[in-house]
């Protein structure tokens, strides 16, 4: 979803839009994107500002303008407001888009219309990527975290101590004892991380409580949240100012 708009992937490959500012909500295909007969869309997904298209031939579309790069065996692609990250079956991460917040993570504040490898992170494969509005988050195949961008609320959980308001690159996050980062969620400006002990820890924004039920409005390190032991397999998902998690 983009603003007033909703797009869908067809079992096709097609991409369709609703209008939700239409009086009468209709269902309209796009067709200018113009892949070949033997070429469809397979991933799609957006933010606030961008909407990006990947095809099985490894054509990346954003807004529907096909982007001047292609990248093959993309698993993954995640949107922030305004910044996107692709994830490869190899573990790279390209990223492109708004960077005024060091969201890109290429060392700078620059923008980027094509996306452009993540050298910061290269040799280390990376299984997990996550985008909240304005920072970006990841986590490697051995469990770790590390986080780039926005830093207005303690998101990266980078302690108060080592406050610092943008980080361009990534940072390794570490947390107490042998564990390892299991599954990972981004919201607006908060981040949430389930442990391979299965325990739930958070950072950044809590005015709205998407934390935990107390009166800090913000968490500048990973705070424990909650111990998920009890069950088989959990799912966390975050919405921009709430969080869910999945028990089974």
């Known amino acids: 979803m983009t603003d007033d708009k909703v797009f869908m992937l067809g079992d096709l490959g097609c991409v369709c839009k609703v209008n939700l ?130 830093n207005s609320n303690g998101q990266l959980g980078l302690k108060k101590s080592d406050m610092v308001a943008v980080s361009s690159t990534p940072c390794l996050v570490d947390f107490p004892g042998e564990v390892n980062v299991a599954t990972l969620a981004c919201g607006s400006r908060h981040t949430v991380v389930l442990l391979d002990n299965k325990k739930l820890f958070g950072a950044g924004w809590n005015k709205y409580k998407q934390l935990k039920d107390d009166e800090a409005c913000d968490f500048f390190d990973f705070t424990y949240l909650h111990d998920f032991s009890e069950f088989l397999e959990s799912t966390v998902v975050c919405g921009p100012w709430n969080t869910c998690v999945l028990c089974q």
């Open 21 to 150: 500012n239409d009086k009468d909500i209709k269902l309209s295909k796009i067709m200018n994107l113009g892949l070949s007969d033997n070429d469809k869309v397979v991933k799609i997904a957006s933010g606030a500002k961008l909407f990006v298209a990947y095809s099985e031939e490894g054509y990346i579309f954003n807004n529907l303008n096909k982007l001047n790069v292609k990248i093959a065996d993309v698993k993954d692609i995640k949107c922030g407001r305004e910044h996107c990250l692709l994830l490869t079956k190899k573990g790279d991460i390209y990223s492109f888009g708004r960077g005024s917040r060091g969201q890109l993570g290429h060392g700078n504040l620059d923008d980027l219309e094509n996306p452009l490898l993540l050298n910061a992170l290269a040799g280390i494969k990376i299984t997990q990527i996550s985008c909240g509005d304005w920072h970006s988050c990841a986590v490697s195949d051995t469990g770790d975290l590390y986080v780039w961008g926005w």
